[in-house]
């Protein structure tokens, strides 16, 4: 039996206060552990993702990265991500953080990046195209009617339903059990109130039935509505129940591939150790 201490945050992201926002454990590690532990360790912090890091000994990115929910683990999180970049760039002594900005690479999302900006944190992911896409089965599960969108690429699959407007999208009360069945992320939108969007998300198959808030939904809402709005930038509203707000931008790479540029905030809730024995 091997006892092991692990540096351990608790964060809430795309939130200015705490209780907001969508909750993440950001974990460095020194080497991966068995995949059924790291799902243990997720399944254990009860939150909509964990986040694992160590430094990147292939020189592609400044960290390694992956992200689990209590059941499985995802091929891309826009919030732990975030609140990872957040721990690294405000923490003194937490790994090799040099400058303003942390790259990662992942599994299957390629090098994502965190960077300090004057309103928090900009968070770069790739996009996720959609197209539209008869699913009268998401539909019935979801317990209403609109335009259904479904992705064509990306690291993610997704489903986003284009619904009239934002009471519609607060409305929702979706048959959790029936929406299981499918493996998505099902991402209700509309134009906003008080935001230029607004959105609910759900992934019950992954082990979250409704996510607070989801940077990896906006990677997909970004491109969508930004052709609908006809500009490259727009406010964010997810009216979970504890809410988030983020502006979502389309930018482009040194390489020229089209690119999800998101900005929020991060509020440190516990510092401590998370005590292993395996």
Same mark, same amino acid.
């Given at each position: 039996?091997?006892?092991?201490?692990?540096?351990?945050? !608790?964060?809430?992201?795309?939130?200015?206060?705490?209780?907001?926002?969508?909750?993440?454990?950001?974990?460095?590690?020194?080497?991966?552990?068995?995949?059924?532990?790291?799902?243990?360790?997720?399944?254990?912090?009860?939150?909509?993702? &964990?986040?694992?890091?160590?430094?990147?000994?292939?020189?592609?990115?400044?960290?390694?990265?992956?992200?689990?929910?209590?059941?499985?683990?995802?091929?891309?999180?826009?919030?732990?991500? $975030?609140? *990872? =970049? !957040?721990?690294?760039?405000?923490?003194?002594?937490?790994?090799?953080?040099? =400058?303003? /900005?942390? /790259?990662? #690479?992942?599994?299957?999302?390629?090098?994502?990046?965190?960077?300090?900006?004057?309103?928090?944190?900009?968070?770069?992911?790739?996009?996720?195209?959609?197209?539209? %896409?008869?699913?009268?089965?998401?539909?019935? *599960?979801?317990?209403?009617?609109?335009?259904?969108?479904?992705? &064509?690429?990306?690291?993610?699959?997704?489903?986003?339903?284009?619904?009239?407007?934002?009471?519609?999208?607060?409305?929702?009360?979706?048959?959790?059990?029936?929406?299981?069945?499918?493996?998505? $992320?099902?991402?209700?939108?509309?134009?906003?109130?008080?935001?230029?969007?607004?959105?609910?998300?759900?992934?019950?198959?992954?082990?979250?039935?409704?996510?607070?808030?989801?940077?990896?939904? !906006?990677?997909?809402?970004?491109?969508?509505?930004?052709? #609908?709005?006809? #500009?490259?930038?727009?406010?964010?509203?997810?009216?979970?129940?504890?809410?988030?707000? $983020?502006?979502?931008?389309?930018?482009?790479?040194?390489?020229?591939?089209?690119? &999800?540029?998101? &900005? =929020?905030?991060?509020?440190?809730?516990?510092?401590? %150790?998370?005590?292993?024995?395996?």
């Amino acid at each position: 039996m091997m006892q092991l201490s692990l540096p351990y945050w !608790h964060v809430d992201a795309f939130a200015d206060r705490i209780f907001a926002g969508n909750q993440a454990a950001v974990i460095p590690l020194e080497e991966w552990l068995p995949d059924a532990v790291l799902t243990a360790i997720a399944a254990e912090n009860m939150f909509a993702e &964990t986040a694992f890091l160590l430094p990147d000994a292939s020189g592609a990115a400044d960290y390694e990265l992956r992200w689990f929910t209590p059941t499985v683990e995802v091929a891309m999180c826009g919030h732990a991500t $975030l609140a *990872s =970049g !957040h721990v690294l760039l405000s923490q003194e002594g937490v790994g090799s953080a040099v =400058g303003d /900005t942390i /790259t990662f #690479r992942t599994r299957q999302a390629g090098v994502l990046s965190v960077a300090r900006a004057a309103e928090g944190y900009e968070l770069v992911l790739p996009t996720t195209p959609v197209a539209p %896409r008869d699913d009268p089965a998401l539909l019935a *599960s979801l317990g209403t009617q609109g335009a259904v969108f479904r992705s &064509t690429g990306g690291a993610e699959d997704v489903a986003i339903v284009l619904l009239e407007d934002e009471a519609a999208v607060r409305a929702l009360a979706p048959d959790m059990r029936a929406l299981a069945a499918t493996e998505l $992320l099902a991402i209700c939108t509309a134009p906003g109130a008080r935001t230029d969007v607004v959105s609910r998300v759900f992934a019950p198959a992954w082990g979250i039935d409704e996510d607070p808030v989801t940077g990896s939904a !906006h990677a997909a809402l970004a491109p969508f509505w930004a052709e #609908r709005l006809g #500009r490259a930038t727009f406010t964010a509203h997810q009216a979970s129940a504890r809410g988030g707000d $983020l502006t979502c931008r389309l930018a482009s790479d040194s390489e020229g591939r089209e690119r &999800t540029v998101l &900005t =929020g905030r991060c509020i440190t809730v516990v510092e401590g %150790r998370f005590f292993l024995e395996i």
